[in-house]
């Protein structure tokens, strides 16, 4: 049995349940969760805005814990070790994407929370809980200290899909690279781009924030609501990466880039952002794409890349019984950066 937090229905807050986890398998391991990001994506989901959402709903998949049971062919993993799970628990293992080490891409990928498992009760639960188990192929190493463990819970969701699309779109030295929305996974996409060595400018919608994103490693701010800041960045862009959780214009985006330069949405707004202008497509070859988190591999270069540049999340360490306020302030924009639930209140 294990404790966790949960939605009954869309239009509940989060209360405490009791479930149930698989006996370790083979090549399972056990994973005593200690510490648990909150996604904007959790929103969504509890709230069934994405539609689909089965109940009992327990969210969750910026998971950071220790190894407390292997199975008898686990090689990759022993008991005590420092691991993490993020928003893959499994896949089909033999598509084109899998076999190209894709599996974020798979059409059977298994999301750490609302996807069918033969587990009961019959789709996965996330890490609001105690404990999970967890394929070890699925799983990853955490070489950072364990007095980070609670920072560093968010790269497993905001540090992967950020970092994904910035390797893919080559963020690098050169690079002038803006980051749209300074919440969750945007000020992660801040730390990255910086890291990676690309002029980066963020994007953002509260004014309260423009100076401490500068800390996180912006060489600029800009308050995308004010037209003239807006202006002066003028087809100057090579990749734009937007991370807004709510539909907006996407022209005021796409007029920012260069000749060949990309627009990656990785926002993933319940209603549809409105059409965007094709002329300011058309005019300058400029591209508007998606990104969907990281496969295993590159979450795993991730944490290793943010390991030896000591980077972790910007935290709000708080109480599972603090859950359903964080969804409120996240709501608001009113969070620096990540609210992460310490896994061991989840019994009070
Ligand atoms: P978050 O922490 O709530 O941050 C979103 C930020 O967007 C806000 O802090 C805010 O930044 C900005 N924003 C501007 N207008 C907004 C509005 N009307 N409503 C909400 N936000 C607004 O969320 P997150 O955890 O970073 O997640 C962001 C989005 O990415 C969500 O839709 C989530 O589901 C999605 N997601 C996608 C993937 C993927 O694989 N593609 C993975 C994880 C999450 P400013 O105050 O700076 O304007
Ligand atoms: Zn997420
Ligand atoms: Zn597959």
């Known amino acids: 049995m294990s404790h966790a937090y949960g939605a009954i229905i869309a239009t509940s807050p989060l209360e405490k349940l009791t479930i149930q986890r698989r006996a370790v398998g083979q090549h399972d391991i056990k994973i005593d969760i200690a510490y648990c990001g909150v996604c904007h994506s959790d929103i969504h989901q509890v709230r069934s805005e994405w539609e689909g959402t089965q109940y009992p709903c327990v969210p969750g998949h910026e998971i950071v814990g220790r190894v407390s049971e292997i199975g008898e062919h686990v090689s990759k993993f022993k008991i005590g070790d420092l691991v993490g799970v993020g928003c893959i628990v499994d896949s089909c293992r033999h598509c084109a994407d899998c076999e190209e080490g894709l599996e974020n891409y798979c059409d059977n990928m298994i999301g750490t929370y609302n996807f069918p498992t033969p587990d009961a009760p019959g789709y996965t639960l996330g890490g609001y809980s105690q404990n999970i188990v967890v394929n070890e192929n699925y799983v990853l190493k955490i070489k950072h200290n364990e007095q980070q ?200």
Request: charged fraction near 20%; glycine fraction near 8%.
């Open 149 to 348: 463990l609670a920072e560093v819970a968010p790269l497993l969701c905001a540090g992967i899909t950020t970092y994904s699309p910035l390797r893919h779109w080559s963020a690098g030295p050169g690079k002038k690279v803006g980051i749209v929305g300074i919440g969750g996974l945007g000020h992660m996409g801040i730390k990255l781009a910086h890291a990676m060595g690309a002029y980066v400018v963020a994007f953002t919608t509260s004014k309260s924030k423009k100076q401490e994103a500068l800390s996180l490693g912006a060489n600029e701010v800009v308050i995308s609501k004010d037209v003239n800041e807006m202006a002066t960045h003028q087809r100057s862009f090579d990749l734009i990466v937007n991370t807004v959780a709510a539909s907006h214009n996407l022209d005021i985006y796409t007029q920012l880039l260069k000749r060949d330069g990309t627009l990656t949405l990785v926002g993933a707004p319940a209603s549809p952002h409105q059409s965007p202008n094709v002329m300011n497509l058309i005019m300058k070859r400029r591209s508007i794409a998606g990104s969907m988190i990281g496969s295993i591999a590159e979450t795993q270069e991730m944490l290793d890349f943010c390991a030896e540049h000591n980077i972790v999340a910007d935290i709000e360490l708080i109480a599972a019984n603090e859950i359903n306020t964080a969804y409120e302030r996240m709501l608001k924009g009113d969070i620096k950066y990540r609210f992460v639930i310490d896994n061991q209140t989840l019994t009070e």
